[in-house]
């Protein structure tokens, strides 16, 4: 296989969330979008840094008296996140930092509010979807679906004068068992 510097990606992340996932199926139907933007969802806005997405299946070695090597392998867990520090202070993005706590939006004021819930608080899901445009192919696109994720993080946000107060967002999968099986966390795909 010859070598091909076209394959190789650089281009930034545009980052939405509360996407509707698309139809599960194997394989799944693609997240569609128009020029890298999603027919449903909130963009989270400029970010900084690179948005990091990890996927990782976790593997259990299997060892035998009669061997000094293991002789086989499976898979025990699986894990999927994306993370990436927001610049823009938005609501949807706020919101999804601070999690399910009080909120108001309105003409005046971006509210949220919390602290000592009178009871277990629910954890908030949504769908985060990441396009990124090919720069040798400028209508093509690489587009990321994690179909059901939440903030692991909670909110940390620096004030100073020097720089901006940015916040980070680590949004870890979760099944979602209402897919089919083998298309329950997420999909990956490069437009050709």
């Known amino acids: 296989m010859a070598q091909n510097p076209a394959a190789i990606h650089i281009g930034a992340a545009r980052i939405f969330l509360g996407v509707t996932p698309p139809a599960s199926g194997t394989p799944p139907t693609l997240t569609g979008h128009t020029a890298g933007v999603p027919a449903t969802g909130v963009e989270v806005g400029y970010t900084r840094d ?18 000094l090597n293991p002789v086989d392998v499976f898979v025990t867990t699986e894990e999927a996140q994306i993370e990436f520090q927001a610049l823009e202070h938005t609501y949807n993005t706020l919101k999804t930092a601070f999690d399910n706590i009080g909120t108001v939006t309105d003409g005046a004021k971006d509210l949220f509010y919390g602290g000592d819930g009178s009871g277990l ?20 696109y690489e587009v ?34 209402t897919r089919n099986l083998g298309d329950r966390i997420f999909q990956f795909y490069r437009e050709k």
């Open 121 to 140: 608080l629910s954890v908030t899901t949504q769908c985060v979807v990441l396009t990124s445009i090919q720069r040798q192919a400028p209508t093509k």
């Open 50 to 67: 690179a948005a990091t997405f990890t996927y990782k299946q976790n593997k259990q070695e299997i060892q035998a008296e009669q061997s």
């Open 144 to 177: 990321l679906t994690l179909y059901k994720v939440y903030n692991v993080e909670g909110i940390a946000i620096g004030y100073q004068r020097t720089t901006e107060a940015m916040y980070k967002i680590t949004l870890k999968a979760l099944v979602d068992t």
